[in-house]
């Protein structure tokens, strides 16, 4: 059995992280899939998908990191070809990834207690996200 449904979310002008995990969860719930796997994948360049605790202090944590790591007021080539100053979330959500599987046993996405699946939209322009899981596996 394979199906394929999107979740949306709108983001601010800002580094946006959305806990997708309850949507994820109620999508293999309906699907009827006992075992399988569910791949999540974000369309765009500016936009990444990971896991992590979604607690306000370690997103913080990330939000610096990821700064440190690509600072939004550097100078980028991306940004003096395009004019549109997001060189940094290009390169940030290159480093994140754009999709990840997650197995699906008994029914339920495997996940750590405290492992949330977050979209991490880095764009410095508000933007319309069309969020891909396609569910592949086998019914009860």
Known sequence: MRITQYLERRST???D???????????????????GEMLVF???????????EYEP??????KAALERMAPAHMRYAHDAAWGDGNG???????LVGPSLVV???GGHPILGTWQQVVLLD???????RRILVRLIGEAE
């Open 13 to 15: 002008a800002s580094v």
């Open 17 to 35: 992280i959305f806990d997708l995990t309850e949507d994820l969860r109620k999508l293999v719930t309906e699907s009827g899939i006992a075992e």
């Open 42 to 52: 974000v369309p765009g360049s500016t936009a990444a998908l990971t896991t992590i």
């Open 57 to 62: 202090g370690v997103l913080e944590d990330l």
């Open 88 to 94: 940094f979330s290009h390169v940030r959500a290159a």
């Open 103 to 105: 197995p699906i046993a």
């Open 122 to 128: 880095f764009d410095n322009r508000a933007r319309h």
